[in-house]
């Protein structure tokens, strides 16, 4: 549309210019000749503009808002907006709160408000809407992953009930099962998932965290097994900790990110599943934490005397676990021992 209102404005000035020359080239020119130019050029532009504004069929109104209203974050202040005036809407409601979660995705600081519409619509529900416990539940989960062992986990428990084979519900309720460490009820939840043939990429996500648990409910069944730690079974020998100084390289103290939580994890680099073990802490800098078998994810899946790990110290800006671009991180390699000690450096960012 831009180029053709170009085009239509060349076009006349190039007809006003045949038509205003002939006037301002007479010998001698008149007084009136300039003035008759002008005055034809006028016309015309008016009178193209005129003439096109009434008969094409382009809405201008529409056009003319396009601009301000067509971004993301527009459109969703104008729903807000609307359900401000009828606050009884519940598809309204879970309809805000999805809009504020994916916002949410590239600015946390929107998780609050996604909160918020879905405990509305869940009010409105009456605690008896699947998408409405689910949504509120994923964005607790957005602000903080611990809440999976807590509220949010309640709601997921609750929308299993009224829909036992909703796969968001089961992946949920299986991974609040293994921070409850309810690892039979994770096992069976993930698989009544898996028989619901899940796409390729996610298959073998699922498959892995039955494995791992699977492995991790092994080693806990014999009554004689080897050393434990907390009174888990290890499944390869004896427990082992290790105490990570945590420091922010000079060159990123511009970048720390307020109250955005700080997750130290030793992971296994050669294989797939959750860390070997994990904390949430502050991020504030230096400090020092330790970690040791009992602080896997899944009972009996810690680390192990004599393992090669890596141990990873990440600021979250999004406050969940999974890391997103940007976030600030540093990594050592680690020979596990029964006790040790390491230093970690934040100096990196996250591709």
């Not at 020119?29 to 503009?49: D, E, H, M, Y």
């Not at 504004?53 to 056009?63: H, K, L, P, V």
């Not at 602000?143 to 992946?171: C, E, I, M, N, Y």
């Not at 039979?184 to 990429?201: I, K, M, S, Y």
């Amino acid at each position: 549309m831009i180029t053709f209102i170009v085009i239509a404005v060349a076009m006349v000035l190039a007809l006003a210019a045949l038509l205003a020359v002939p006037l301002l080239s007479r010998r001698p020119p008149t007084p009136q000749s300039p003035k008759t130019a002008l005055v034809v050029l006028i016309v015309l532009a008016a009178g193209a503009c005129g003439l096109y504004m009434t008969f094409s069929n382009w809405n201008w109104s529409s056009a003319a808002t396009a601009a301000a209203e067509g971004s993301p974050q527009s459109m969703v202040a104008t729903l807000a907006r609307r359900l401000a005036r009828d606050p009884n809407d519940l598809s309204g409601w879970l309809l805000l709160g999805r809009s504020y979660s994916v916002l949410a995705e590239r600015a946390p600081e929107e998780t609050p408000l996604a909160i918020h519409a879905y405990e509305r619509a869940n009010e409105l529900a009456k605690g008896e809407n699947v998408d409405a416990l689910l949504g509120l539940a994923e964005a607790l989960v957005a602000q903080d992953d611990s809440q999976l062992a807590g509220r949010a986990g309640d709601l997921v428990d609750k929308a299993l009930t009224l829909d036992p084979h909703s796969p968001k519900a089961l992946f949920y309720g299986a991974a609040s099962a293994i921070q409850r460490r309810q690892l039979p009820l994770a096992r069976e939840r993930f698989t009544t998932l898996l028989a619901q043939n899940p796409p390729d990429n996610v298959r073998p996500i699922i498959e892995q965290q039955i494995k791992a648990i699977d492995q991790a409910l092994g080693a806990a069944a014999p009554p004689a097994g080897p050393a434990t730690d907390a009174g888990v079974p290890l499944a390869g020998g004896a427990s082992a900790r290790v105490r990570i100084h945590i420091t922010v390289a000079p060159t990123l103290k511009s970048d720390e990110k307020g109250d955005a939580p700080l997750f130290v994890f030793v992971r296994d680099p050669g294989a797939a599943g959750p860390p070997l073990a994990v904390k949430r802490l502050p991020a504030h800098f230096p400090q020092t934490v330790e970690l040791s078998s009992a602080d896997a994810m899944l009972a009996g899946h810690g680390m192990q005397v004599g393992q090669n790990v890596e141990i990873v110290a990440r600021i979250s800006g999004s406050g969940g676990p999974l890391a997103r671009t940007g976030d600030p991180f540093g990594s050592v390699a680690y020979h596990v021992a029964a006790t040790g000690a390491v230093n970690v450096v934040i100096d990196r960012l996250t591709p």
